[in-house]
């Protein structure tokens, strides 16, 4: 319910209204609290899979820190130009953008085992992917009808399923203990099921900040059962710069053909998910739908946030949906809030010992926190595919998306004659399962004949009436 004491009624549904300072700064931060961890996450995943920045001793370890930095300072910048607008670019809407955790199964591969040099093509990917992200603005609205829930439901849910390995790997002792005697150690799970304890305990029990907050304080919790263990190390804090700026192609930049399509592919995806974002804070914060030139300047934005990000060394940025809850659950719509976060964002950017102190986390702590947030992810799709009505024919789709989609994904090897940017951009599971779904849901008839698909329903009725997955 909203705070009265904030503003009246008219006004908190007001985007261009301001609260006073005393009230905004608190709500600005507890947007910066919301998605905090979701932010830097993919950050040190993507590290972790070049092989690179885990350990005091390791040589690329400031790399890792510089992207963290980087995550929270074009985070910072790309919800700036959401909330304050550049030109054409931004809803002027509360949205806030954060790194974002759908390109993560197009960049593992990408990067796989071959070090902080690697990541020059990923950059390249990403400022490709973000121009061609923005460009989706001029005709987001007419390609929605290729996207229903049956298809970003499914590829929602595979972007989760991809990531929960990454979870336990590293609750049990990170990526590159793997083999190791001391990797799935009762003190690794100890220090890992503490945090899902806790985010869950506080995610049923808490309410308000508590609840919203749930996977921060589970992860602090956790840090500090770390730190009591003796698990945690500061001496990378002390030698972090207290002052730094961004670094204009830090990785340097490299045009890949299979990062390109795999970037420009997923856009699709990041973009409707932007629409969605959109629609539920001006439903859920004004009782409104979305204007078309609101979905354009968000679809810009994210674009544009995404494109500038690649060239400083940072990673894809996207609205963020658990914001969109905390404008539901707050009922203040005002953007200049959301600009105090950005605000907040930026500043920490700029301060390495802030990404020296979060990389201090052990890789097992953060691993209770992502198992948690990735079977969020995978929820999430679930919820979405909620919305479908499962007749026979949409059965059959999701059906063969998910099996082509989710073994490619697990057994890449099936795969190793193909050439290599066709390998890359079928080995990642979701790119071959949203073709596939997209291409099925817009050729297959409205209605499939009972007898075409008993054998795969394995004789469960479906529900033949009423809308598809369309």
Known sequence: MADTSIGTPEQ????????????????????????????????????????????????????????????MFFAGIATLIQTIGLGPAGARLPIVQGTSFAFIPIMIPLVAGKGVDAMAVVMGGIVVGGLFHAALGLFIGKIRFALPPLVTGLVVTMIGLALVKVGIQYAAGGVPAIGKPEYGSLLNWTMAGTVVVVTLGLKFFARGMLSVSAVLIGLLVGYALAFMLGEVSFGNVGRAASFALPNPLHFGIEFSVAAIIGFCLMSFVSAVETVGDVSGITKGGAGREATDKEIQGATYADGLGTAVSGLFGALPNTSFSQNVGLIAMTGVMSRHVVTIGALFLIAAGLIPKVGAIISSIPIEVLGGGVIVMFGMVVAAGVSMLSDVNWNRRNMVIFAIALSL??????????????PGTLKVLATSGILPAAFIAIMLNLILPEELAAEATEEVSGGMSGNDSGRSGK
Not at 21 to 40: D, E, T, Y
């Open 405 to 418: 989609g989710l073994g490619l994904q697990l057994e890449p090897g099936a795969l190793q004659h193909l």
């Open 12 to 71: 908190l549904r007001d985007p261009n209204y301001t609260p006073p300072l005393a009230k905004a700064v608190p709500l600005g931060i507890q947007h910066v609290l919301a998605m905090f961890v979701s932010n830097v996450t993919p950050a040190i995943i993507i590290c972790g899979a070049a092989g690179f920045g885990f350990g005091s001793n390791s040589p690329d370890f400031p790399q890792m820190i510089y992207m963290i930095q980087m995550s």
